[in-house]
């Protein structure tokens, strides 16, 4: 009897000293350690539509700390996504399978793939401008949307390759002749799909001196105030001038005394080359002669000499017969030997006003 009192009371202070070592409020059932792995995994995706190709992910689940997220393009290593935030990547106009990790707190994960279609827009609202000097021709363009351009010139044939053209920047290209060309701008959205603008583009022969007005493919620009200026056939083939066309200036009556022609050159004078200016002149009024034809060139390169320094003028000797005026600039002290001009001005009896004074002119050119 003694030996089982004993044995009882082992038990009760076992007993006691078990239950006094699990903490209150802990539960004994391990069932309820178990985590699940992450549920509801989903993607959401962010494509801007400005042809960047910049998408952005948001990846979510269920009991998910963190998620992996692999872009599916050549990119090897995934995203480390934090729960709640999001990455962004640039992708290629193209379809993707963008896989999503949720990785779970105790280590379980759960993944899930999901397609991305990333395509690109139309280029918008294309522009182009050209900039001509005689046979040579620039291109700008500009479009929305775009991300570079291709520039067919049109002088090859349909077998042109096009030049690429970066956005913002100028592509140049040299005609062999003078003609008529189709010039197509093609926008390039990065992707598949373009926008494309052909424009008649006219290349012309060089507008410089010598000046004949002989020659279909030039330009003649005579910007005239108070004049005017026609290309017109020669009205006295003879003596030193046997010429077909020749330029016609007429002075308005009334119109101001410096009344003027200005002549915008492709190619700048150069007195590097000579220094006077030879012009083949004709008027059928016997009251023109006397007055002065003025010589004036403008706008030099460099700035030097200023405008308003090289001015000559010198006075019609004859009527009814071509004869040539000679300005010789070296008379004048204030122009470098190397000056050189990119405008030629014409202007007619500058004391008066306009008096309905008709001449003719050819063959303009620089001599030594």
Known sequence: MKKINIILSFLVILTTAISCSIPD????????????????????????????????????????????VYFGDDTSNPALVQFGANVSHLYKE????????????????????F?????????????????KTAHNLKVKANAIYAASYLVYFGDVGPDEVGTPLAAAAEVSHTYTAAGTYNVKVVALSGGIAQTEKTTE????????????????????SF??????????????????????????????????????????????????????????????????????????????????????????KVPLTTSGSWEELVFDFSTIPGIPANAKFNQLVFRFND???????????????LTN
């Open 25 to 68: 409020g802990i539960s004994q059932d391990l069932t309820l350690n178990k985590t699940d792995s992450p549920t509801d995994v989903a993607s959401l995706f962010d494509i801007t539509n400005d042809n960047s190709g910049k998408v952005t992910i948001t990846p979510s689940a269920s009991g998910a700390g963190t998620y992996s």
């Open 94 to 113: 193209g379809n993707y399978t963008v896989k999503v990790v949720a990785n779970g707190l105790n280590g379980v994960n759960t993944e899930k793939t």
């Open 115 to 131: 397609p991305l279609s990333v395509i690109f827009r139309a280029p918008e609202n294309l522009t182009v401008t050209f900039t």
């Open 201 to 220: 583009v006219v290349i012309t022969d060089a507008f410089e001196l010598p000046i004949t007005f002989d020659n279909p493919n030039v330009a003649y």
């Open 223 to 312: 910007v005239t105030s108070g004049l005017s200026f026609q290309k017109v056939a020669n009205p006295n083939i003879s003596g030193i001038n046997t010429s077909d066309m020749v330029g016609k200036i007429f002075k308005v009556v009334g119109s101001p005394a410096n009344s003027s022609s200005t002549s915008t050159l492709d190619y700048p004078i150069d007195f590097s080359t000579g220094n006077k200016i030879r012009v083949l002149v004709y008027t059928t009024s016997s009251s023109n002669i006397g007055k002065k034809l003025n010589v004036e060139l403008q706008s030099a390169v460099g700035g030097t000499p200023a405008n308003g320094v090289a001015i000559l």
């Open 351 to 365: 004391s008066t006003t306009g008096r309905s004074e008709t001449f003719y002119i050819d063959n303009i050119r």
